[in-house]
T-cell receptor, first 111, second 113 residues
Framework: SQTIHQWPATLVQPVGSPLSLECTVE??????LYWYRQAAGRGLQLLFY??????ISSEVPQNLSASRPQDRQFILSSKKLLLSDSGFYLC??????????FGQGTRLTVV | DQQVKQNSPSLSVQEGRISILNCDYT??????FLWYKKYPAEGPTFLIS?????DKNEDGRFTVFLNKSAKHLSLHIVPSQPGDSAVYFC????????????FGTGTQLKVEL
């Protein structure tokens, strides 16, 4: 069966510090991978998606970047965090058109 | 531009009654629709979906209705149970494009005893 792992679960970082969130998927190959963010009182906003190794599409301009160094690994990064980067970050995967499966999320608080 | 809208941020229903959650969309290219349930500090979990070639899909207590002409879909939960209390997100995708899901802002459902 397929599983998705996302870590850390919670993170408190100072403004201006770097960020690296990691997501890995097991039990499937060549998945589509996604990073979403849920800001307080908001819906789920798609930040990045990837259909293959090294292929990253950005949905919104922002202070974040994503990379896919391996087929089942997706990394969300920032060189310098802003207060506005606080939120609940979710990694997800899918195969073709259909439902996406989400990780447990990372609560990021930038102070 | 919010392409998927859930205009009711919250809904309160008595246990055993029907819960109806609504969702509207503006992008006519969307051809697949999903409902997700989310508890605090957890990732969303898939509930039910519907393709644009159908107007109804049922799975146990959950039924999704799609009205393409109105660009509207709804999720019916009957009977509602206290464990159904959560935030429900409507999502939509269009064929191709890496299966990106566009989510609504969510509706907080509270099922009261």
């Amino acid at each position: 069966s397929q599983t998705i792992h996302q870590w850390p679960a919670t993170l408190v970082q100072p403004v201006g510090s770097p960020l690296s969130l990691e997501c890995t998927v097991e039990g499937t190959s060549n998945p589509n991978l996604y990073w979403y963010r849920q800001a307080a009182g908001r819906g789920l906003q798609l930040l990045f998606y990837s259909v293959g190794i090294g292929q990253i599409s950005s949905e919104v301009p922002q202070n974040l970047s994503a990379s896919r160094p391996q087929d089942r690994q997706f990394i969300l990064s920032s060189k310098k965090l802003l207060l506005s980067d606080s939120g609940f970050y979710l990694c997800a995967w899918s195969r073709g058109q259909g439902q996406a499966f989400f990780g447990q999320g990372t609560r990021l608080t930038v102070v | 531009d919010q392409q998927v809208k859930q205009n009711s941020p919250s809904l309160s229903v008595q246990e055993g009654r029907i819960s109806i959650l609504n969702c509207d969309y503006t992008n006519s290219m969307f051809d697949y629709f999903l409902w997700y349930k989310k508890y605090p500090a957890e990732g969303p979990t898939f509930l039910i979906s519907i393709s644009s070639i159908k107007d109804k899909n049922e799975d146990g207590r959950f039924t999704v209705f799609l009205n393409k002409s109105a660009k509207h879909l709804s999720l019916h939960i009957v009977p509602s149970q206290p464990g159904d209390s959560a935030v429900y997100f409507c999502a939509a995708s269009e064929g191709g494009g890496g299966n990106k899901l566009t989510f609504g802002t969510g509706t907080q459902l509270k099922v009261e005893l």
